[in-house]
């Protein structure tokens, strides 16, 4: 009783982000045990323990049935409650494959074809700062670009909402404001030329959603994504702390508070359960089966970018998803999101196997991110399985 009570206590008095030491020993595990699985379990604790990780969620998809989800850890450190597989969670940038579908979904409609520029779709007027000149090259720009990140932009400080609203001239910038922004700012290579991974690409490409949908991007990806795969929690992420959604955990960071980071679409938007987005994900598994994309949209999803040869072996970034195409044919597909309070990953093996992890802090004490060290680990886990659970 006395070990209990220092253990409740040394939550209740350290920061939150602080999680470990001697006394979390103790990693809480919720869920449908699957005996099979049980080296999944034991890597995961094990995991936890040593990266000092306050929760996280894990589901397994073989063969398109869910076969394992649990909880490990903590939602809310300071009330102790455990993570449960119904525990909602920022996804950042694994949103962008969402995205990706539903501007898919729009060319096989007819509404846009991949090859539309974005300053014909989008009817914004560029911001130019004064004595500059728009870029001709900005026109080129096409929708396919976007998809791809070869839009012509690089990632930049200039580009954070904060530095945008005051460029501006406005107190917050919102995600018309950085497109108009974006479109007013000089290219730095040729569209198309080469890849640089860029979030607000995809905040165009949200844009472009609504404008040739005719919906908010919220209501045109609940109603034509995500419905027809049977997936109703999941909802907007909100930035702040207070905003929260009943089923949400909340986040930690070593470094940064994880409630000040603006929650829109290009990274931020969506809040989901592992078990959704493994749900999500399994619905390409049969091009031929999908409820979403046609079978030749799904195979569009993960080819290369006209510009880029695929080459087994290598990797390359797709339609809102990173592709690789393994020597022995494989393909497997996947894509990570990360943000302060927010680490993130979904993976299509190809060989019937999906994955997805999510956690409630992004980094360990060490400051590496806890995906990237996990991925190899967990892998070699499932690889080791020789029976796998029967499913109905």
């Excluded at 998809?61 to 869910?66: D, W, Y």
């Excluded at 460029?167 to 917050?172: E, L, N």
């Excluded at 049977?230 to 909100?238: G, K, T, W």
């Excluded at 089923?247 to 959704?276: L, Q």
Aim: net charge positive.
């Amino acid at each position: 009783m006395l070990i209990r009570l220092l253990v409740v206590l040394f939550f209740l008095t350290v920061s939150p982000a602080v999680w470990g030491g001697e006394a979390a020993r103790e990693v809480p595990v919720s869920g449908e045990a699957v005996r099979e699985l049980a080296s999944i379990d034991n890597l995961m604790v094990k995991f936890m323990r040593e990266n000092r990780v306050p929760g996280g969620s894990v589901s397994i998809m073989r063969n398109g049935k869910l076969i394992y989800s649990r909880g490990f850890g903590f939602a809310d450190m300071e009330k102790q409650i455990p993570i449960e597989p119904y525990h909602l969670f920022r996804i950042a940038s694994i949103t962008k494959p969402i995205i990706a579908i539903g501007i898919l979904q729009l060319a096989e409609r007819g509404k846009l074809k991949l090859t539309d520029t974005v300053y014909e779709t989008l009817d914004f007027k560029p911001y130019v700062k004064e004595g500059e000149k728009l870029d001709e090259r900005l026109r080129q720009v096409t929708i396919e670009d976007l998809l791809h990140h070869r839009g012509g932009w690089r990632a930049k400080d200039e580009f954070s909402y904060g530095n945008i609203g005051k460029a501006i001239g406005i107190k917050y910038a919102y995600p018309k404001d950085v497109v108009r922004y974006m479109m007013g700012r000089r290219l730095d290579f040729n569209p198309g030329e080469e890849m640089s991974y860029l979030n607000e690409g995809y905040v165009m490409l949200g844009r472009v959603i609504e404008e040739v949908s005719g919906e908010s991007y919220e209501k045109y990806i609940k109603r034509n994504v995500l419905a027809p795969v049977e997936i109703s929690d999941m909802e907007l992420a909100r930035t702040k702390k207070k905003d929260l959604a009943a089923k949400e955990v909340k986040y930690y960071s070593h470094e940064y508070n994880p409630y000040t980071f603006n929650c829109f679409e290009g990274r931020y938007m969506w809040i989901a359960t592992a078990a959704d987005l493994a749900k999500l994900a399994k619905d390409f598994d049969n091009p031929l089966r999908s409820r979403i994309l046609t079978a030749k949209s799904v195979e569009r999803m993960f080819a290369p970018h006209p510009a880029e040869h695929k080459r087994k072996g290598k990797k390359y970034y797709g339609c809102g998803w990173e592709v690789l195409v393994r020597k022995d044919g494989k393909q497997r597909t996947w894509h990570t999101g990360g943000m302060p309070g927010t680490n993130g990953i979904v993976v299509r093996r190809g060989d019937g196997v999906n994955w997805v992890i999510l956690f409630n802090s992004k980094k360990n004490h060490n400051g590496k991110k806890l995906v990237k060290l996990l991925i190899d680990p967990f892998d070699k886990r499932l690889n080791k399985i020789e029976v796998w659970p029967q499913t109905q």
